[in-house]
Structures are given as structure tokens and as C-alpha cells.
């Protein structure tokens, strides 16, 4: 068992949807950053978080500490916001280091 | 404020030989993590380089290594390539490291023949 898991792997959305994506995790985390990636490989940071909720634009990003479950909101979905999602956490402790979701690929038809 | 930029872009190397990578941080980062991507393992954390001392480090093959310099750049080396290395490599810098926003290069993208 992967110990963060992201749902669902693949997305298709029609334009203009609610979208959600899921990520939980078995570590014990000091915070959670969800990442987007393009095709060709670049990686944006869209939100690091520790506790509660972010804002930015049609994006929001949610955590549950107590729960372990993270998610990734976006409003009124536009075709260029297909790319990969990918949750990762941060460890903690001695050896803290980002530990990765499998990522969801998300495609916004027009 | 420029990004994280990373050189070269692109790498074709046959198995067996070695190859080092070059990480620029944002001005004023003084942490440089760096990651493989693959299809099959998906991101993976290499290690982590604060004020030129290795500070973490993952689950890889000593063939694997790196370094920072006094202004913050770093370097990765692999040694005696092997097919499965064939990845995108990134490296993402940060103000103090530990659990801060990471910004990520644009990765070097390397294919082992």
C-alpha cells in the first residue's frame, strides 16, 4: 500500500465542471503540497498546507489532519487545466522528505 | 526573480558511462532537493542538499550522488548508467528546506541506450 494514494487516476470533465480530486495518506505529515504537472514535465507547486483550507483563484485545496485526506478542488474547469495532479507529503522527523501520489490525470474537454 | 533552471535539458548517454546534472536554485534558496520520475515508480526523492552538506536522503543506489557549492547550486552524478535509469530528473529549491514550498525546475530528461 502506496502511503499517499490519490483517487481517482484519470479524470475527464466536460468544461465549466466541479472538479475533485482525492489524496490521503498513512504517514504522519507536517504538511501536504498538490502539484501540477504538463505535458513535458514541468511541475508548478499550486498549494503547500498544514491545516484548514487554501484559496487561489478557481483552485482550493482542503486537508483533514485528523482524517488524513486532503483534496483539490477546481471550479468552472477550462480546458487548460488538464494536466497531472499530484498530492505529495511531507514525512516528517529526522529523514523529512516529500513522499509522492501517483498523480491524476485530468482532461477538460471544451 | 528567475526560476529553478536546470542543464542540460536533455541527455542521451549509452550503459555504463557516467553523466552530471546541474541544478541553479532561486536566489536566495539555500535548499536543493532532487527527484526521478518515472512511469513505473512515479516521483521518487533523491536527496536533499542544505548550505553544501547532504541533509537527506532516499532509497538509491550509491551510483547516485550529489553536491551543492557556496552559492547553492548543486550538481547530480550517476555513475555506470543503467537502462533503468532512463527518467526526468528534477530538482526543486526551497528557502530553508524541511517542509517548505519547493519550486521545481523544468527537469533534465535523461535516456540511457
Known amino acids: 500500500k502506496n502511503e499517499v494514494e490519490q483517487s481517482p487516476q484519470n479524470l475527464t470533465a466536460q468544461e465549466g465542471e466541479f472538479i475533485t480530486i482525492n489524496c490521503s495518506y498513512s504517514v504522519g505529515i507536517s504538511a501536504l503540497h498538490w502539484l501540477q504537472q504538463h505535458p513535458g514535465g514541468g511541475i508548478v507547486s499550486l498549494f503547500m498546507?498544514?491545516?484548514g483550507k487554501k484559496k487561489h483563484g478557481r483552485l482550493i485545496a482542503t486537508i483533514n489532519i485528523q482524517e488524513k485526506h486532503s483534496s483539490l478542488h477546481i471550479t468552472a474547469s477550462h480546458p487548460r487545466d488538464s494536466a497531472v495532479y499530484i498530492c505529495?507529503?511531507?514525512?516528517?522527523?529526522?529523514?523529512?522528505?516529500?513522499?509522492f501520489g501517483t498523480g491524476t490525470l485530468l482532461a477538460v474537454q471544451p | 526573480k528567475a526560476g529553478v533552471t536546470q542543464t542540460p535539458r536533455y541527455l542521451i548517454k549509452t550503459r555504463g558511462q557516467q553523466v552530471t546534472l546541474s541544478c541553479s536554485p532561486i536566489?536566495?534558496?539555500?535548499?536543493v532537493s532532487w527527484y526521478q520520475q518515472t512511469p513505473g515508480q512515479g516521483l521518487q526523492f533523491l536527496f536533499e542538499y542544505f548550505s553544501e552538506t547532504q541533509r537527506n536522503k532516499g532509497n538509491f543506489p550509491g551510483r547516485f550522488s550529489g553536491r551543492q557549492f557556496s552559492n547553492s547550486r548543486s550538481e547530480m552524478n550517476v555513475s555506470t548508467l543503467e537502462l533503468g535509469d532512463s527518467a526526468l530528473y528534477l530538482c526543486a529549491s526551497s528557502l530553508d528546506g524541511g517542509s517548505t514550498e519547493q519550486f521545481f525546475g523544468p527537469g533534465t530528461r535523461l535516456t540511457v541506450l
Open positions: 498546507l498544514s491545516s
Open positions: 505529495a507529503a511531507w514525512s516528517g522527523g529526522a529523514t523529512n522528505k516529500l513522499i
Open positions: 536566489s536566495g534558496h539555500r535548499s
